[in-house]
């Protein structure tokens, strides 16, 4: 596997003179961009950050949100990415929980109430991390990493989005993240090539393949700080991008927008972070003549488990497992399940997380054994291809019977007129558990009728199967992520329901 390796020494496997970084005009070299990690981390060394500290880092996709990344920890400290679009009671849970006492930001915090109501009085250094990375320094250079530092040391703590209670940190080294970068080597990303970053730095998913991927390449990352169809086809044609990283959302809009002659550069396109409808898939294929290769992974694992390999993918497949990782199916027992049948994915590898931050017991759980169970229900075929069929936890159970989402909302994705739907399970006095499709139009439909996509359901679904309730959003809630927030859907949709109540 890798040899060792420090998640700042990235910058070593790109040519002096190359182009690491093009951030919105701004140009760094390898050169540049190591020298930048230095500058940084001999300030944050005179700011008083040590060892084994965890930093926050507040902003939104830059040049510099890498720069402090590295340069934190090149110090052997722990950065501690934060969503941005966090409200400041969430921010200050991370704050409390990681034991944070400095914070890279790209704008003002105000925090002292949120950290008060939750009993943190401790005082938070805030740094400006655009003046921080132009200041002009004159410090003496911070001491190197000690001789028994480990590249299985924290680096970061990824908090989870928290939908089954408060977040998570899952702790991963840079010997974890290090070794995912390497494991995606058969994505074939050269040092020619140009790789656009549009999903959010904060993200695990968005992090390691669109970045420290890259970096590993010795190619080059084109920095966009947030997705708008216009600058990012505007981007990949400029720029030339090749390969890229993004969620359906990214897909469905630019086939939607963009031109053949917009995407004819690309080479690669990866969909992750949350399932690919495969009406999406065939349509972007159409129109592009670029396939989709579908991968999968979880914070935990850092999050890269499976992908598509270019030029061998199978449609509605998540690829099959990346070297270096084993895997199983297994039942509820923990015992493999036979070939074509489903069962919870579990992994090892080198890219699995240390565990979760304070929390021992959920650290046991998750990797009892010694394998990291995903929470996630899947099939391999003869090939090893694997087909995620559904979240464990998004199961719905009615009248004994499983029902997987996943199944009922790819049918529905066919039905003409969809452009986006979830289904998720609400409380049944009858049957325990019904489900409730939500759903949105695609623009101009017109003469839908929900009865004829019930019809079409009681076609080719099992009656057991067939949503109880049909409800039209203008646009389903999405998570900074792109998935689809089925936990806001839920909450919502009992929300309502506990109203109607009570005017009754």
């Given at each position: ?11 070593r496997k790109g040519r002096p003179n190359d182009v690491a970084i093009v951030d919105h005009g701004r140009r760094f070299t390898y050169d540049e961009f190591a020298a930048k990690i230095k500058f940084c981390r001999n300030s944050l060394y005179a700011s008083g950050i040590r060892l084994g500290d965890r930093v926050g880092l507040f902003s939104r996709n830059s040049a510099e949100f890498v720069f402090a990344y590295m340069g934190i920890v090149s110090l052997g400290a722990i950065v501690v990415p934060i969503n941005f679009q966090l409200k400041s009671r969430e921010v200050a849970y991370i704050i ?409």
């Amino acid at each position: 596997m890798v040899r060792k390796m420090f998640l700042h020494e990235l910058t070593r496997k790109g040519r002096p003179n190359d182009v690491a970084i093009v951030d919105h005009g701004r140009r760094f070299t390898y050169d540049e961009f190591a020298a930048k990690i230095k500058f940084c981390r001999n300030s944050l060394y005179a700011s008083g950050i040590r060892l084994g500290d965890r930093v926050g880092l507040f902003s939104r996709n830059s040049a510099e949100f890498v720069f402090a990344y590295m340069g934190i920890v090149s110090l052997g400290a722990i950065v501690v990415p934060i969503n941005f679009q966090l409200k400041s009671r969430e921010v200050a849970y991370i704050i409390k929980d990681a034991g944070i006492q400095h914070i890279m930001t790209y704008e003002p915090l105000h925090l002292d109430d949120a950290l008060a109501s939750l009993g943190c009085d401790t005082k938070i250094v805030q740094h400006d991390i655009a003046a921080f990375m132009e200041a002009e320094s004159s410090w003496t250079a911070a001491p190197d990493l000690p001789h028994d530092f480990e590249e299985t040391s924290p680096a970061v703590i990824i908090y989870t989005s928290g939908t089954t209670g408060l977040p998570k940190g899952a702790v991963l080294s840079h010997r974890n993240l290090v070794s995912n970068a390497e494991q995606m080597t058969w994505m074939g990303c050269k040092k020619e090539h140009v790789v656009l970053c549009v999903l959010p730095m904060y993200h695990c998913f968005g992090w390691t393949c669109s970045v420290l991927y890259p970096f590993y390449s010795g190619a080059s990352v084109v920095i966009l700080d947030a997705f708008t169809p216009k600058e990012t086809i505007e981007t990949i044609r400029t720029e030339k991008v090749t390969d890229m990283y993004v969620v359906p959302s990214i897909c469905s809009l630019l086939t939607k927008l963009a031109t053949a002659e917009d995407m004819k550069s690309l080479r690669l396109v990866v969909s992750g972070g949350t399932t690919l409808p495969l009406k999406i898939e065939e349509d972007f294929i159409a129109k592009f003549g670029v396939s989709i290769c579908e991968g999968y992974g979880l914070s935990e694992a850092s999050p890269v488990v499976t992908m598509n390999p270019a030029g061998k993918e199978k449609i509605g497949s998540i690829g099959p497992v990346i070297p270096g990782i084993q895997w199983r199916l297994v039942d509820s027992e923990g015992n493999d399940v036979h070939r074509g049948e489903a069962g919870e994915l579990i992994i090892k590898g080198p890219n699995v997380m240390l565990g979760y931050w304070n929390l021992p017991d959920a650290t046991e759980e998750a990797l009892r054994g010694g394998w990291l169970h995903t929470g996630d229900v899947a099939r391999a075929d003869e090939d090893g291809y694997i087909f995620i069929v559904d979240r464990l936890k998004d199961m719905i159970i009615s009248m004994g019977e499983n029902i997987y989402p996943r199944e009922v909302e790819e049918l529905i994705y066919q039905y003409p007129g969809i452009y986006e739907a979830a289904v998720v399970g609400v409380e049944d006095k009858l049957r325990g558990q019904a489900g409730v499709c939500f759903y949105a139009l695609q623009e101009g439909t017109e003469g839908f009728k929900v009865r004829d996509l019930k019809k079409f359901l009681q076609q080719n679904l099992a009656l057991y199967k067939i949503p109880r309730e049909f409800y039209e959003l203008e646009a389903l809630p999405r998570t900074s992520t792109g998935k689809i927030a089925k936990r806001i859907l839920s909450e919502n949709y009992n929300k309502d329901k506990a109203a109607k109540k009570t005017q009754k």
